[in-house]
């Protein structure tokens, strides 16, 4: 009670500042529907912006000097997709780890009955109310061109979404029985579709990536949604509208109109 009652407080004195000119720079340079948003909307994504900067624990990784810049496009596009989510679904993500580039992160694998020490390469992560480890390079990119179906922000925060309750299985809380229905027989056949369309080889709007897990299939139906949604709401009509209903927002409507 007393943790969210200064809570209220400390966020009370953060908005009752200016909000800082270079950060709507960065914004409207980095988060390619900021522009697009209603003033309302765009409000709200400024204040939330404040709010997910200052209660996260920042630490750059592998020598990496963390930026205004790099705060602001991160948190920028993880509160645009929250945007018309009830509550705060970030609240559990305590800590953003990013690295100047892809990292290396020990993995161990099985040969023939032995376990053989090794590498892998990553570029984010997602833990289970842990952290978000981010590359910058690839945040950079995929902000800097968007209109390809990849946003790495996206992907990771969306593991986070479908972690809300304690599976990550590909479906996040739903609010209602009907969506629930509506979610299981749209994703499932559409995740089929993709392994379908993956194992023959066939080029597809989504990452076949997603063609590894229902996980996958909704981090990257998630980041198709927002970088890519005119095409995604002519291929994949069902998958846009459900998406649509479920982070209430129309963002092919956004960008159609641009
Ligand atoms: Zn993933």
Not at 23 to 43: G, I
Not at 81 to 90: K, V
Not at 104 to 127: F, K, L
Not at 134 to 153: E, K, T
Request: with cysteine.
């Amino acid at each position: 009670m007393i943790f969210s009652w200064l809570r209220r407080r400390r966020r009370q004195k953060l908005l009752a500042t200016p909000f800082p000119a270079a950060w709507s720079t960065y914004l409207e340079k980095n988060v390619e529907h900021y522009a697009l948003l209603t003033p309302d909307e765009q409000a709200r994504l400024r204040d939330n912006l404040r709010v997910f900067i200052a209660e996260k624990n920042w630490e750059g990784c592998g020598g990496l000097e963390l930026t205004d810049e790099m705060k602001v496009t991160i948190a920028g596009q993880a509160c645009l997709m929250a945007l018309g989510l009830e509550g705060e679904p970030f609240r559990g993500v305590m800590s953003i780890l990013v690295y100047p580039t892809s990292y290396a992160v020990p993995q161990e694998r099985q040969y023939e009955g032995w376990s053989i020490a090794g590498e892998s390469q990553r570029s984010g992560e997602a833990w289970y109310r842990g952290p978000v480890i981010l590359s910058w390079a690839d945040v950079r990119r995929d902000s800097r061109h968007p209109g390809y179906g990849r946003n790495l922000v996206w992907h990771e925060f969306a593991h986070q979404i479908d972690m809300l309750d304690r599976s990550t299985n590909g479906t996040p809380p739903l609010a209602s029985g009907e969506l629930r229905r509506r979610w299981h027989e749209v994703m499932t056949q559409e995740y089929q579709q993709l392994i379908t369309d993956a194992e023959a080889g066939r080029a597809t709007l989504l990452d076949t990536y997603g063609a590894e897990s229902e996980a996958e299939f909704f981090a990257v139906a998630t980041e198709c949604f927002f970088d890519c949604p005119v095409e995604l709401r002519g291929d994949h009509p069902r998958l846009y509208d459900l998406l649509r209903d479920y982070y209430a927002q129309d963002p092919a409507a956004r960008l159609a109109t641009n």
